[in-house]
């Protein structure tokens, strides 16, 4: 079984490689769950519905033009294409492309404690289907 240590992953919001600046990224996906439980049941019964999925990232702040500030903040409530991949090398069948469309929800320009390192938090919410793609790139 092959295992990854999570150092290099790729982040890419509407074709600006940001993965230098990342220090966290998570990608959620998931379906919603419908009840599908009956009269004579006796144990809830349930059945996968839409999906969804969802990015969070924590980026180390820097407002020079082309980086973090500069590509995000205009771009709150409006839908961006996000790629993600576990290492920042071509995709393979073991570092697939996650790539969709999304809408960032919020985007916190500042915030760390006296000392840290400037981060700006950031939420991607879905706004089309999340692709898996291994094709080599």
């Avoid at 290099?8 to 990342?22: C, F, P, Q, Y």
């Avoid at 999906?51 to 980026?59: A, E, G, L, R, Y």
């Avoid at 790539?99 to 879905?126: N, R």
Wanted: proline residues 3%; charged residues 15%.
């Amino acid at each position: 079984m092959a295992t990854l240590v999570y150092t290099n992953a790729k982040v890419e919001i509407n074709g600006t490689d940001l993965s230098s600046h990342a220090s966290e990224v998570t990608l959620n996906y998931a379906s919603e769950m419908q009840d599908e439980t009956a009269m004579g049941d006796d144990t809830r019964v349930r059945k996968g519905g839409l999906k969804d999925w969802s990015v969070d990232v924590t980026w180390h702040q820097d407002f020079a033009a082309g980086k973090v500030d500069a590509t995000l903040f205009s771009l709150v409530g409006t839908t961006v294409c996000v790629e993600l991949r576990p290492q920042n090398i071509c995709s393979t069948a073991i570092n697939p492309i996650f790539s969709g469309i999304g809408v960032i929800e919020s985007y916190h320009p500042m915030s760390g404690t006296v000392g840290a390192l400037l981060d700006a938090p950031t939420a991607i919410q879905s706004a089309g289907t999340l692709a898996r793609a291994t094709a080599a790139t």
